[in-house]
């Protein structure tokens, strides 16, 4: 087949931009055929471009060349057309171009098309690692091409938001230095300087800061940030933020402003209200309450602490957590008796101990019968105490986590919340929660470090009220952090930042840093203090999962256009790959590789 060239023709319209007020305009539009049915005599093939579809028609009164030319269509051949814009004969609702079609007088093959590896088409079920290997066909699909679309509008909206509210886009550097604290970097080494290495960046967080005193009030970039983690669901390799930071503020007003830019993205994308301002809610009651920092409020099945009603009870499982300074804590799931069977109760038993929970206590109350776990070692008085403590009534069942740690007990019940809630249909799939997270701990132990480390980060401000703490009680000392929390998903954080070098200096002392070592990582910054540095403070957002959940996907890479895998590689092109030993040679790198197994 001889392909032909564009020549003259030039598109004038997308296919679903077009209407039946524009029947009888002379048309040309421009993509792929979708698919093609030849019905002898009258030939019908279905154009998409990047908005959509549109049936291109060729019947008896079409010109003989144009359709021959027209019989020779397959799938994902691309073309040109022009003709005539007309009302279909046969109406599709399920098409925004249903009611049209155009009856084409020109046709040009631009390219042809082998068969592809799986059909382009949404209800066809392909293998996802078939569908990464082939992304520039799935992307086809509109189940994919639609959210890339609707990210592109989000980013749009996004600038448009933070310019109108005075906010300067600035661009910061991607290749900077390594820094000790946070996730592992990815190292980039210098050809012209052997040995050295820069970090591509996790976050412009010491960038920004050093804007604000520079004299930007008002900053903001969408940008590109690398992570050597292992990869999730809603995670990354490399992923982009929204980051912004703000001068003269405090928490109100960077909640404020960011409250307003999520209420525009969900009104004018989605078409939703969000209400404002966002309820607030600190880390301790987020966690006391459901078990995590991230906290799903479409639903119930709270957490209620019960230490002091088992206390000195006869389980010894209970009793034992207590004294070791734990607690023991439940959740009533009411009404789920008849459904929570015994084996369900098993299933539930694996997710808890996935979470550190050495097993899961149960009481189920039929209308039938009651079975538990353990009330069998509780005295009469102790089992009517702790099913009043937890509301238990025929038809619910009680589960109980007791752990030493608390930390344990507050994961393994947060997961389970979870979990039951969407094995029983318990969430509302339309529904958005928002909330702010607040007061979040500065200090977090690290097992692997021996020693505390920031949460956030270290330029985080400390709770005013918690600063005699910071030597003698560093795991209550409170931080001016703050999350953006929805539907159970961090979507952002932030803090408001030190601004007084002395202060930055003493909670560095505190995370361990000696003066030689603190000067080496951030003496840029802390020299910058010293010529006047505004109260200031900002956030991120996750643009990746803020777009996932807004579009209602699974994943993020649902949301992104190449996404990386598991092992951190992309199927499509095959990265990351060796490079040749010249390459190395020039940045002085010589390779030390693992044994083969």
């Not at 990047?50 to 073309?79: M, N």
């Not at 057309?81 to 009302?87: F, K, N, P, S």
């Not at 906010?167 to 050809?191: H, N, Q, W």
């Amino acid at each position: 087949m001889v392909l032909d060239k564009m020549g003259d023709l030039r598109r004038t319209d997308y296919c679903s931009e077009l209407t039946a007020d524009r029947v009888g305009d002379e048309i040309t539009v421009a993509g792929s055929i979708a698919k093609s049915r030849d019905l002898g005599g009258v030939i019908f093939a279905d154009l998409r471009d990047t908005t959509g579809i549109l049936q291109l028609a060729f019947d008896d009164s079409t010109p003989k060349e144009v359709f021959e030319k027209a019989s020779l269509l397959r799938s994902e051949y691309v073309v040109i057309a022009r003709g005539t814009l007309r009302r279909r004969e046969s109406v599709n609702r399920a098409l925004p171009t249903g009611e049209i079609e155009l009856y084409v007088t020109e046709l040009r093959i631009l390219s042809g098309a082998e068969t592809t590896p799986f059909e382009i088409r949404d209800e066809i079920k392909v293998k996802d690692d078939l569908r990464l290997k082939y992304r520039y066909l799935d992307l086809r699909r509109e189940s994919m091409h639609r959210p890339i679309v609707m990210r592109s509008k989000i980013a749009q909206l996004i600038r448009n938001y933070y310019c109108d509210n005075h906010f300067c886009e600035i661009e910061t550097p991607m290749l900077i230095k390594s820094t000790p604290e946070g996730a592992r970097d990815y190292l980039v080494p210098s050809r012209v300087q052997p040995g050295r290495f820069y970090a591509l960046p996790q976050s412009p967080q010491l960038y920004k800061q050093i804007l604000m005193l520079s004299g930007f009030d008002r900053y903001f970039q969408i940008v590109r940030c690398f992570r050597a983690e292992d990869l999730r669901a809603d995670r990354q390799p490399e992923f982009t933020q929204v980051d912004m930071e703000m001068s003269f503020a405090d928490e109100k007003d960077i909640e404020t402003v960011n409250e307003g830019l999520i209420k525009k993205l969900f009104s004018e994308i989605l078409g939703i209200e969000v209400k404002t301002p966002f309820p607030r809610m600190p880390y301790a009651e987020a966690m006391s309450r459901f078990g995590s920092d991230k906290p799903d409020t479409r639903f119930g099945l709270e957490l209620m602490d019960v230490s002091d009603t088992v206390r000195g009870c006869g389980f010894g499982v209970f009793t034992g957590a207590l004294e070791a300074g734990g607690s023991v804590r439940c959740i009533n799931a009411k009404g789920l008796a008849d459904r929570l069977t015994r084996k369900e109760i098993d299933k539930l038993t694996e997710v808890v101990r996935t979470y550190g929970a050495k097993g899961l206590a149960y009481t189920r109350c039929t209308a039938e019968n009651e079975t538990s776990s353990f009330e069998k070692f509780l005295t009469a008085e102790e089992k009517a105490a702790l099913r009043s403590a937890a509301d238990v009534e025929t038809g619910d069942v009680l589960l109980v986590v007791a752990d030493a740690k608390n930390d344990v007990v507050f994961a393994a019940l947060g997961a389970l919340r979870l979990e039951i809630a969407k094995k029983f249909g318990l969430i509302d799939p339309d529904r958005f929660d928002f909330l702010w997270v607040t007061d979040f701990p500065f200090f977090e132990y690290s097992e692997e470090e021996g020693r505390y480390m920031a949460k956030h980060h270290p330029f985080t401000m400390p709770n005013e009220e918690d600063l005699d703490k910071v030597e003698t009680d560093p795991a209550n000392v409170r931080a001016r952090a703050y999350d953006m929390v929805l539907n159970g998903c961090e979507v952002g954080g932030g803090s408001i930042r030190i601004n007084d070098p002395e202060l930055q200096q003493r909670m560095l002392r505190a995370l361990g840093f000696t003066e030689e070592r603190a000067r080496e990582s951030f003496g840029f910054l802390m020299d910058a203090y010293r010529y006047g540095a505004p109260p200031h403070g900002g956030m991120a957002f996750g643009f990746d999962r803020l777009v996932m959940l807004m579009l209602k996907k699974d994943s993020i890479r649902d949301v992104i256009a190449f996404p990386k895998v598991q092992n951190a590689g992309e199927p499509m092109s095959g990265c990351p790959e060796t490079v040749e030993e010249k390459q190395l040679r020039e940045l002085s790198i010589a390779l030390t590789l693992p044994a083969e197994e």
